[in-house]
Structure formats: structure tokens, C-alpha cells
């Protein structure tokens, strides 16, 4: 069967974990991108160190695609037993590259024993340079070009190495042009200039990003998947960029230990995913009573308890929502892009330390774990004014004022004594019982006053139209279908392949608090409204309705650890 591809490639490589499928998947995205392919990746992985069955998907094509797709257009297979584990993502049209599985198909599969070849060169570390070598020969790929970005790559390591790489992905190379010829494979995708000079990164690289261009001081964390990759971007940076990071003990520690440096005047982020966060709840009612800035950023994953701890899902809005007791304001986003991730971090660490209240940017393991190219200009200065005073002997901490927030001091910046207490205070800080009094105006600015003054900043829902044929972007259909993070990108792919054009995409990057006005304007002339969200019940829809009196006409909903892919909501749609 002849294959000629010429706008969207799905690539899939299989193996078992250790074996390097990171290693594949990073030579060819990084090569593929300074060859102008547009490059988007996603990876698949178990909750162990070696052994089981992972997968990196990459998608090539000639216009900007940043969603995942479930069909598989050509699987590598770096383990025999990777086919069943993927099969029902196979179509007629699939290709096979690597090794063979016996019990799954005799003569479909362009065999290339990589170890093997590996070992001819000097050993089975350069397996994977053969794999990438033998993909970008089967795809029609510079060879000139692999091989120089291969020099610059290894060019620490010295050139032997070099040298060894370069072979192992000629001899790959060569196999794969020669199943290209044999089993007419034609890939003749759009490149573009432009594309050689964009970035790559990870989501939660764009989360770092926006970390270190809001001038974060500290980052702690106790390790936990899928949020580590935070507390590893910065630790990596933090010498450049003066940050302190600390890898605590325990969860507790790590949420007392951002208090406290927080009380001390640090702008602080604590990364952690949602059995983290569960541990952390106290603190963060703690730092409500206290109005001590602190950001969370939680990596979202399947629960309850460890549930699927390297899968994705949305299912800790409601989580953040309600944690710790007591009634008091926060600030909750969840980014959908990597511009948006470098943004909303920074403005939720910005609004934590203006607000004096705990923020939350919510991702997930499909999201951080991304690979997305983006443009360096997008990257824009962000706001890292630290929004503290130098204190007067008469210094309030909680002073009583208009707008509900008290100027904030820290210990030894000034004269003034900086006085805190998890017991209801006086203006001073000092502990008081007066119910009828000073308690109601503490309640009131640690609450009421808050919202108000965040629904004047909130960010508004994306509303995200269709293209009409010249590219202009339509009026907003009467059918909103609703998404916030990660989903983003997929549902807009889904809906203008679709071609229904009577629906707009509504992408919530802010959660919490919404401005009910604002928020019922934008939904004012929608006849049905559609809820896409990756878990069981539909938090966010029960919110949307619960704070702004949208009535929800369905939800789409997924919640078996898989992020929603491109093909399974167009069908949905098309039911619309």
C-alpha cells in the first residue's frame, strides 16, 4: 500500500521504559523543528523506573497543530510486546517500523533490529540515534542536517562520540529511505523558514518561565508526579536566576516552609500534584488567616489516593475550590497554552503577593509533560513589582482600609512590629475573641472585600472563533462549547474540523473567583452550552452554574486517565 503524506503525520514510538524513548523522541523533535516541520509531542509513561510499556506520540505538519490525535500514522516499535498495548490505535493505513511482533503480523513491518545494528558500532548505547536515523530516512528528512545538529548536540561528549552517533543514524538513515522506496512512502509536508529560529519546551518549562519572570524567590516541594518537572526547572536555573530551591522532607514542611519564607518577605510557589496537596490543606487556611501570600502549582492526575499517578485528568478543581477551613478568598487558573502557562504563573504569584491570598495555577501530566513549539518573541515581560512597605513604628499589619487590603511589612524592613497569628487578630496581629466586632471586619476584608477587587483584574474566557476562507475570524456561533486548561487546544482543532459553524470555543484560564456580569455577557446569546472537561462529573460546569447561573445543556466528559483526543470530540460534535 502506498502511503504519500502530505499535511499531518502521527508518530508513535513504543518501548519499555529505560529504553530510551525520551532520547529518540528529543533527537527528532529538535531536528525535525530546525528542518521548518512544525513539531508537537505528548508522552505516555507507568509508574515505574524500568520495565512496562511507554510511548512518546510526535506529530509533524505543515500548519501550527498543537492537540493530540489518537490515529497512528507510523509506530516505531522499540519492544516487540509495545503492539498490544497500542493496537487499538492502528488503521488500515498504519506503517511499522522497528521490531516485530510475531503473534501480531508476519510481513507488515519494516523490520530494523536496532540493538543489533547498535552493537556494530560500539554498543547498544547509540539504539536509539539508529531508531531516529531510520525515521527521518523513512520521512524523507535532511540527512546533512540530522548529522550537523547530532555534532552540535553531543559536542561536550568529544568526537568519538560524535563520530559513533553520526554512523549509528546514517546506517538507520539508510534503512529508512530504502523502506521509503520499497514500500512508497512519500512524505512531502510544507516546511517553513520561520519555524528554525521558534523555541522548544515543555509545559512545565512555560510554567518555570513565568515563575522566574515573576521574580519567584523560593520554590519547595516534596517530589510527586506530574509536578516534579517545576521543582527540577528551577533548581536548574535558580543559580542565574536567584532563586532558592528546596526539596523538603515531607509535604507539610514544604507548604510551612514557603510561609515562612513568605512571612519574610520571599515570593514563594510550591509545586505538588493532588495527594500532596491534600497534606497541605491546613496551611493553606493558615495562610488565609494570616493574608500571607503563597502560589500552588498542581500537576493534576487521576485519584483518589495514588490512583493513576503518570496519567492525566482535571479532576482537582474542586480540591483546590474548598481546601482549608474557614472561609476566605483565593485565586485559581488553569493554563491551555504554553503562552498562557508563562503568564498566568506569573500573574498568579503577582496577584498572590498584591492580594495577599493563596493562588493556584492548575495543569496537568498531559499538559506539563507536552512538547510545544512556540515563538520567542510571544515571551514578553511580566509584572514582578513586590508589593511590600517599609514599616513605621505605628505599623498595622491588619489594618482596617477601604479596599480590604493592609499595606504588608515584613520583619526587620522598618520600624514596625510584624505580627501574626492563626487566631482571629486585631489590627496589630494580636489575638482577640470579639465577635461582634473586630471579627466581622477581619471576616469581611479576608473575604468580600477580596473578591471584589479580584473580579476587577479576573482574566476573561478566550472566546475563540472559527477562520471563514480568507481567514477572518466568524461571529460567535450560538453553540458554546466550554473548555479550560489543558483541553484547549484539542477542542478548537476538533471543532474546526468538525465544521460545525455554529459553534465558539470558550476557554476558561481563570476558574475562581468569576465576575458573574462579565461572565453572563459572554453567554448571553448562546442557545445550548457545552461543558468539555477530563473528569467524571463535570467540576467546572457545577461551578460555572453555581457562581454565574449558566444553565449547562451537556457535558462531554472523560475520566480514565487519557486526555481527550482530536478524533473522539469531532465525532461527539458532529452529534450536535
Known amino acids: 500500500m502506498a502511503h504519500h503524506i502530505t499535511d499531518d503525520l502521527s508518530i508513535v514510538i513504543a518501548g519499555q521504559a529505560g529504553q530510551g524513548i525520551q532520547s529518540v523522541a528529543h533527537l527528532l523533535t529538535h531536528i525535525l523543528k530546525l528542518q521548518g516541520f512544525h513539531v508537537f509531542a505528548t508522552a505516555e509513561y507507568m509508574s515505574r523506573v524500568r520495565g512496562g510499556i511507554n510511548s512518546t506520540t510526535i506529530r509533524i505538519s505543515s500548519e501550527k497543530r498543537d492537540a493530540f490525535r489518537s490515529t497512528i500514522d507510523l509506530f ?98 539508510k534503512m529508512g529511505a530504502h523502506f521509503a522506496f520499497s514500500h512508497d512512502v512519500h512524505v512531502a509536508m510544507k516546511t517553513k523558514e520561520a519555524v528554525k529560529d521558534d523555541l522548544f519546551m515543555s509545559g512545565i518549562d512555560a510554567v518555570g518561565f513565568g515563575a522566574l519572570a515573576a521574580g519567584v524567590d523560593f520554590c519547595v516541594a516534596y517530589p510527586m508526579s506530574p509536578s516534579t518537572g517545576l521543582l527540577t526547572f528551577l533548581a536548574q536555573n535558580s543559580k542565574e536566576c536567584g532563586a532558592v530551591v528546596e526539596q523538603a522532607t515531607d509535604e507539610i514542611e514544604a507548604v510551612n516552609m514557603a510561609l515562612g519564607a513568605s512571612y519574610a518577605g520571599a515570593r514563594s510557589i510550591v509545586t505538588t500534584s493532588g495527594g500532596g496537596f491534600d497534606l497541605m490543606c491546613e496551611a493553606v487556611s493558615l495562610a488565609g488567616m494570616i493574608e500571607t501570600p503563597i502560589t500552588f502549582h498542581i500537576g493534576q492526575r487521576p485519584g483518589p489516593a495514588t490512583g493513576l499517578p503518570t496519567h492525566t485528568g482535571q479532576e482537582d478543581l474542586n480540591l483546590v475550590l474548598h481546601a482549608g477551613h474557614g472561609e476566605f478568598m483565593r485565586a485559581i487558573f488553569a493554563p491551555g497554552t504554553p503562552m498562557q502557562a508563562y503568564a498566568v504563573t506569573a500573574h498568579a504569584l503577582d496577584i498572590a503577593d498584591k492580594y495577599q491570598i493563596p493562588t493556584f495555577v492548575l495543569t496537568d501530566q498531559y499538559f506539563v509533560d507536552a512538547l510545544y513549539k512556540v515563538e520567542k518573541n510571544d515571551f514578553v515581560e511580566q509584572n514582578n513589582v513586590k508589593h511590600i512597605i517599609e514599616t513605621t513604628r505605628d505599623y498595622k499589619r491588619y489594618a482596617l482600609t477601604e479596599n480590604g487590603v493592609s499595606e504588608r511589612g515584613v520583619p526587620g524592613f522598618g520600624d514596625g512590629l510584624v505580627c501574626v497569628d492563626g487566631d482571629e487578630h486585631d489590627e496589630t496581629g494580636r489575638i482577640t475573641e470579639d465577635t461582634r466586632g473586630i471579627h466581622m471586619h477581619m471576616a469581611e476584608k479576608r473575604l468580600f472585600k477580596r473578591r471584589a477587587l479580584l473580579e476587577e483584574v479576573m482574566l476573561l474566557p478566550e472566546v475563540i472563533t472559527q477562520k471563514t476562507t480568507t481567514g477572518r475570524s466568524k461571529k460567535s456561533g450560538k453553540k458554546l462549547i466550554v473548555c479550560w486548561g489543558s483541553t484547549r487546544n484539542t477542542v478548537v482543532e476538533a471543532v474546526s474540523e468538525a465544521g460545525n459553524q455554529d459553534m465558539t470555543v470558550v476557554h476558561f484560564v481563570q476558574l475562581f473567583p468569576l465576575d458573574k456580569k462579565k461572565i453572563k455577557k459572554i453567554f448571553a446569546k448562546a442557545e445550548k452550552v457545552i461543558v468539555v472537561e477530563n473528569n467524571a462529573t463535570g467540576q467546572f460546569a457545577h461551578l460555572l452554574t453555581q457562581e454565574c447561573d449558566i444553565a449547562i445543556d451537556k457535558t462531554i466528559l472523560k475520566w480514565n486517565g487519557e486526555p481527550f483526543n482530536v478524533e473522539e470530540l469531532v465525532e461527539q460534535i458532529k452529534k450536535m
Do not use: W
Open 76 to 173: 516505531v516499535s522499540l519492544d516487540p510486546r509495545s503492539f498490544s498495548f497500542y493496537k487499538h490505535r492502528f488503521n488500515d493505513k498504519t506503517m511499522f517500523l522497528g521490531f516485530r511482533d510475531a503473534e501480531f503480523c508476519q510481513d507488515c513491518v519494516m523490520e530494523v533490529n536496532f540493538i543489533s545494528i547498535a552493537q556494530s558500532i560500539g554498543g547498544t548505547l547509540y539504539a536509539n540515534t539508529v531508531a531516529a536515523g531510520a525515521i527521518l530516512g523513512l520521512i524523507g528528512a535532511d540527512e546533512k542536517h540530522a548529522r550537523e545538529y547530532l555534532r552540535n548536540f553531543f559536542v561536550k561528549k568529544g568526537k568519538d562520540i560524535i563520530t559513533k552517533n553520526q554512523e549509528a543514524l546514517s546506517r538507520g538513515f
